[in-house]
């Protein structure tokens, strides 16, 4: 072995002082050099452009169990808070006008998670809970709005201010959860 074979293969493997003595010592060097990015880029472009067909050919969906578990468990909430409220009705502190406003506000969301299992849900339920949180975010902003100005007004202190606004922010809170 000549010294600058020798310096190339010492150690950790890195060239000493010569590198053209490194690269007489691999034969073929450029050829493995452009094999190796050829095959790594065929495989990434090859893999990147042919991945959606086989995800379609194959038949592989989005995983939407915890979805699907959540939705169960809404629609079997709605289905006892329904039970119950037809429990309370008669009970002399329970208001008729309030149980059916309840009653109604519980199998509108029993209805709006029970359309995602349906294969005919033309989406209007959903369109119908999006428009009403999108109302009911505006009204609370407004709401929130008023309140800030009553503080910089000086006609409530800091305190009422963040009560106020904590509510309002669990009420918003709570659309986002939806």
């Known amino acids: 072995m000549d010294g600058a074979s020798r310096r190339c293969h010492a150690g950790s493997g890195a060239c000493g002082t010569s590198d053209d003595g490194c690269r007489r010592s691999i034969p073929d060097r450029a050829l493995i ?9 065929a495989t990434l472009v090859f893999q990147g452009l042919t991945l959606p067909f086989v995800i379609r050919v194959l038949g592989v969906e989005a995983d939407d169990l915890a979805e699907r578990e959540e939705s169960k468990a809404r629609i079997h909430a709605a289905d006892a808070a329904i039970a119950r409220l037809d429990e309370l009705a008669g009970e002399d502190w329970v208001r008729e006008d309030t149980a059916d406003r309840l009653r109604r506000l519980m199998g509108f969301r029993r209805n709006r998670f029970a359309a995602r ?62």
């Open 33 to 41: 050099i452009y094999l190796a990015f050829a095959v790594i880029v």
């Open 117 to 178: 299992f349906s294969d005919h849900d033309d989406g209007a339920i959903e369109a119908q809970s999006q428009a009403y949180q999108r109302l009911l975010r505006e009204v609370l902003n407004a709401e929130r709005a008023a309140v800030i100005q009553l503080r910089r007004e000086g006609r409530i202190n800091d305190d009422v201010m963040l009560r106020v606004t904590r509510d309002l922010d669990l009420e918003e809170a709570r659309l986002d959860a939806q």
